[in-house]
């Protein structure tokens, strides 16, 4: 199936989100990260076709089993770079050279929020936001909640949302510089 590339960047490559592995694997075949094992059990397969260079087969190792962990492919900042994230695992990957890649530390991602006015790809977890753009890692918030970060909002360079306290057993509300990823409220 065609995978729908999500996120408002422009990016210079296709790719298609395969129903599983094939049985022929094509000659350029990367696995995310290097080390996975048992990478093949629900991994994210992908067929990425970068322009100007030949096509290759990402096979991104599955994070977790789970409704809330997001699986898909999203632009990114630069516009070579591939976002797949399998199950809460989330990896950055160049297209033009698919050996360089960068897995995201936050884990799981529970969700991928572009900002493509600000040039960020968020990646937000139970605790914290980490900030991509096109140079690579932006900035990474501090601890935002105990458990459960949830998007408000984004206005200007500020992004909203609550998150559960366990010392007052109640959502409290942050707010983040978008430029900085420090928080300001």
Not at 12 to 17: G, K, N, P, S
Not at 72 to 89: D, L, T
Request: aromatic content about 8%; some cysteine; proline content about 6%.
């Amino acid at each position: 199936m065609v995978a729908g590339v999500l996120g408002g960047f422009a990016h210079r490559w296709e790719a298609e989100i395969l129903a599983g592995r094939p049985l022929i694997l094509p000659p350029r075949h990367f696995v995310y990260p290097l080390q996975a094992e048992e990478v093949e059990r629900g991994a994210l397969e992908v067929m990425v076709r970068p322009e100007g260079a030949e096509q290759f087969l990402a096979t991104c190792a599955l994070g977790f089993h789970d409704p809330a962990a997001p699986t898909g492919v999203w632009a990114a900042p630069n516009a070579e770079e591939m976002c797949a994230v399998s199950g809460g695992y989330a990896y950055l990957i160049d297209t033009t050279a698919p050996e360089r890649f960068a897995m995201i530390s936050t884990r799981p991602v529970l969700e991928v929020r572009p900002v493509a006015a600000k040039g960020l790809l968020l990646f937000v977890g139970h605790h914290s936001i980490l900030a991509w753009g096109a140079e690579g890692l932006a900035w990474e918030s501090g601890r935002l909640s105990s458990e459960g970060v949830t998007i408000t909002g984004i206005e200007g360079d500020v992004v909203r949302g609550v998150g559960w306290e366990l010392m007052t057993d109640s959502e409290t509300g942050f707010a983040v510089d978008l430029r900085t990823g420090r928080r300001v409220v």
